[in-house]
């Protein structure tokens, strides 16, 4: 099969999406299909090379406006190429935009990762168009049913809907067979942007006077909070380790006791930092946002599920855990049990094939009607 990957960003720029795009991209081609993928390179000048067996092409880009990029020659590669399969991670209003005036694939998939939440002044002009790029896919994936149930913009389109999970390579993630000494260690891996929360668990660390806490990433947001840090006087025990690369991010999930994801707002449509601090056999806590999270987490079983932007509960939720080692140990194992069960790359790159030949199946079919 020709597979086509349309996105904005890829490896190495590191990202939840940016990571679960390489891992699909990557086990299609290891499965000997064809697959391209098409984002926009950092710079103005287009590249193309060989990751892993897929083909990246990396189309020159002029700007980043409202967190999308802006290129010109991006489009206009991709009216040039014949995929059998089009698969576009949203939100991407350019590349949806482009593949619904001039894609050429013989069906098109659209990932729904998250509504546009933040960016309310294009919604009110892009709205109606990305109505019409769902309503002309021919299949589109939510990764959880509490999105596909919450999101207005899926319901119009909810019989195109396959809920597949975003799975992840298991084998890179081993729980750690001896807990860290010292005092208990709060872990937050992720970009460092508005809605990952960090001022709520900043609030609620002072509450918990023997807690470390140590955040793993970088973003917009670092300096403002790394700012209230010290104006709450935790300058001491937070550890800002910025971005860590794949190699090394496991043993910060070995170091820790406990994951944190306090995010606020529905830009958090998953969390795939939760599936990685289960594999490593971490309990993690994380908020009601009616998306992912909550699903991901099941709240007294794998972990804690508190209130977005309340310190006390999540200080409460925290202080559970803090106090009892043998629950920390029991939400461990059964979070363990879950990621594997339900979340590894195989099963999900297996829902993926079986989603692309059903719908080229459905066009071959209307094709010789």
Request: proline letters at 7%; one cysteine or more; a positive charge.
């Amino acid at each position: 099969m020709n597979i086509l990957h349309l996105y904005k960003d890829y490896y190495p720029v590191l990202g939840g999406i940016e990571n679960h795009l390489k891992i699909l991209a990557e086990a299609q081609a290891d499965a000997g299909h064809q697959v391209t993928v098409l984002v926009c390179n950092p710079g103005f000048k287009t590249q193309t090379e060989i990751l892993n067996g897929v083909k990246v092409i990396k189309a020159g880009r002029l700007t980043t406006q409202a967190s999308m990029p802006l290129s010109f020659s991006q489009p206009f590669i991709l009216a040039r190429l014949r995929p059998d399969m089009v698969h576009i991670q949203s939100p991407y209003p350019l590349g949806e935009i482009a593949n619904w005036l001039l894609g050429r694939a013989k069906a098109t998939v659209i990932s729904y990762q998250s509504d546009i939440v933040k960016q309310k002044t294009i919604l009110r002009f892009y709205g109606p168009i990305l109505r019409r790029v769902l309503k002309a896919a021919d299949g589109i994936i939510t990764n959880n049913p509490r999105y596909l149930e919450t999101s207005a913009w899926l319901q119009p389109v909810r019989h195109k809907c396959r809920v597949i999970p975003i799975g992840i390579n298991l084998s890179r993630f081993k729980p750690c067979p001896s807990a860290p000494s010292g005092p208990l260690r709060l872990l937050f891996v992720g970009r460092l942007r508005y809605y990952k929360g960090l001022d709520t668990l900043l609030h609620a660390l002072t509450r918990l006077p023997q807690v470390h806490l140590i955040i793993v990433g970088i973003g917009p947001m670092q300096a403002e909070w790394q700012t209230l840090a010290q104006q709450l006087g935790l300058a001491e025990r937070v550890t800002f380790a910025g971005e860590i690369d794949e190699l090394h991010l496991t043993d910060y999930y070995n170091q820790a006791d406990v994951f944190v994801l306090p995010s606020n707002a529905r830009s958090e449509a998953y969390g795939i930092v939760l599936l990685e601090a289960m594999a490593s056999g971490l309990p993690c806590i994380t908020t009601e946002l009616g998306t992912g999270t909550s699903w991901i987490v099941q709240d007294g079983i794998t972990g804690f599920v508190v209130p977005p932007q309340n310190p006390p509960a999540l200080a409460e939720a925290i202080n559970k855990l803090v106090s009892n080692p043998s629950l920390r140990q029991q939400f461990g194992q059964a979070a363990l049990k879950r990621v594997q069960t339900e979340f590894s790359q195989e099963i999900m790159v297996r829902r993926v094939m079986q989603l692309y030949e059903e719908l080229l199946e459905q066009q071959k079919r209307v094709y010789f009607k």
